[in-house]
């Protein structure tokens, strides 16, 4: 006598097939889509989907979290800067503050961290999307209206195979949290229609403030957030701390939110 329930092949085959092509129909018209699974994007998706947005993250990876895994140098503890702990407080992150340096800076378990921040998303309600590459934008009348997007490894396969098409998704707003990359903001720039002006050097101290207050519509339909937010508006490099990229993903969520409304 088995332990588990019965089931054959062709019924976890039919259970896998219909529940995703249920999900992924259900979102070929979405509010909004981040392209983006870090922490950035992954904030703004918590914040939409909660509020009933109905919310797709475009990830390339199998995995979602992109640098939060990780702190620097490979060491898995993130930092994060007063009042950026408030999210670690919303998400249930322990954490603890470094002492003897200045007040206001705090330490927490990276795996710990993305976790529960992946979680949040996916609790909210957020259609999550892996596996799939960014590839262009849909634009209408001078607006960014949609996202085309290809499995992965098909974006990867060489050129001999190039019939491939992609697939694409209708949205009213779409987020570009794609890190330094900033890979949608690139699709514009590359037809001229935004001026990139690359990230600067390391600066800490003042880079945090600057992406949250860079944090934007950078063309109609597209918001810029996270470390694409600073490779678009020329602004210093973070480093490893995160408050920066966390209320970054709050503030591209209420602008997304606003044009979704209007
Ligand atoms: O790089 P990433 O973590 O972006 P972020 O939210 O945070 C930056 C920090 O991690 C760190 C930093 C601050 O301390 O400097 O770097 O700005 O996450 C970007 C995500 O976008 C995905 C990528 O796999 C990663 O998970 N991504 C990149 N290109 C594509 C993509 C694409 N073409 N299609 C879909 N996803």
């Known amino acids: ?56 993250v475009l990830e390339s990876n199998n995995y979602f979290g992109g640098g939060f895994w990780l702190g620097g140098y490979l060491m898995n503890k993130v930092t994060v800067r007063a009042p950026a702990q408030r999210i670690f407080d919303q998400l249930g992150v322990p954490y603890k503050e470094v002492p003897d340096i200045k007040e ?45 997007t290809n499995w992965t490894p098909v974006s990867a396969l060489p050129r001999a195979i190039t019939c491939v098409d992609p697939v694409a998704i209708e949205t009213k707003c779409v987020i570009d949290a794609t890190g330094h990359d900033a890979v949608v903001a690139n699709s514009l ?13 390391m600066d800490v101290d003042n880079s945090e403030d600057a992406v949250v207050n860079n944090t934007s519509e950078l063309y109609p339909g597209l918001v810029v957030t996270g470390m694409a937010a600073a490779t678009c508006f020329g602004l210093s490099r973070m480093g490893p701390t995160f408050g920066g990229m966390l209320e970054s993903g709050v503030k591209a969520a209420k602008i997304a939110e606003e044009i979704v409304r209007s």
Do not use: W
């Open 1 to 56: 006598m088995n332990q588990f329930a019965q089931a054959t092949e062709k019924d976890i085959t039919r259970s896998i097939v219909e529940e995703f092509l249920g999900d992924f129909l259900n979102h070929i018209e979405s509010d909004v889509i981040i392209v983006g699974g870090g922490p950035s994007g992954l904030v703004a998706a918590r914040d939409l989907a909660s509020k009933g947005l109905k919310t797709v």
């Open 104 to 148: 206001g800076l705090y330490v927490a378990d990276a795996p710990s961290a993305c976790s529960k921040l992946i979680s949040a998303a996916c609790d909210a309600g957020a259609f999550m999307l892996n596996m799939n590459k960014f590839d262009d934008v849909v634009l209408r009348d001078g607006r960014v209206c949609g996202a085309v």
């Open 189 to 201: 720039a590359k037809r001229g229609l935004v001026d990139l002006e690359g990230f600067l050097g």
